[in-house]
């Protein structure tokens, strides 16, 4: 299995990036995704999820400017980002678990990718 995260970058304040998912080994339709991010020294925290009947979960920080999609066709998840801030800095990371998906900010999953960067700058 693997999970290739990318779409990372550096982007202004109040600016937008859709972070990718691609998965292999899997199909996303099959496993609840979720999108986690680390910031430079904090611990890992869960951002969003969606199940596999697309019933999608935020963190109050990021709820009505983050959005997590999935194309089964692509076997990818994504996470539109809108107006970031900058403590939306952080190391983003996809995941996959058999869990249900409202689970995933409590419990581990399974599979994860190797982090795209987002940096948003001021």
């Known amino acids: 299995v693997q999970l290739q995260a990318s779409g990372g970058g550096l982007v202004q304040a109040g600016g937008s990036l859709r972070l990718s998912c691609a998965a292999s080994?899997?199909?996303?339709?099959?496993?609840?995704m979720g999108w986690f991010r680390q910031a430079p020294g904090k611990d890992r925290e869960f951002v969003s999820s969606i199940s596999w009947t697309t019933h999608t979960y935020y963190t109050d920080s990021v709820k009505g400017r983050f959005t997590i999609s999935r194309d089964d066709a692509k076997n990818t998840v994504y996470l539109q980002m809108n107006a970031l801030k900058l403590e939306d800095t952080a190391v983003y990371y996809c995941?996959?678990?058999?869990?249900?998906?409202?689970?995933?900010?409590?419990?581990?999953?399974?599979?994860w990718g190797q982090g795209t960067l987002v940096t948003v700058s001021s």
């Open positions: 995941a996959a678990t058999k869990r249900p998906a409202q689970a995933m900010d409590i419990m581990p999953s399974e599979y």
């Open positions: 080994g899997l199909t996303v339709s099959s496993y609840a």
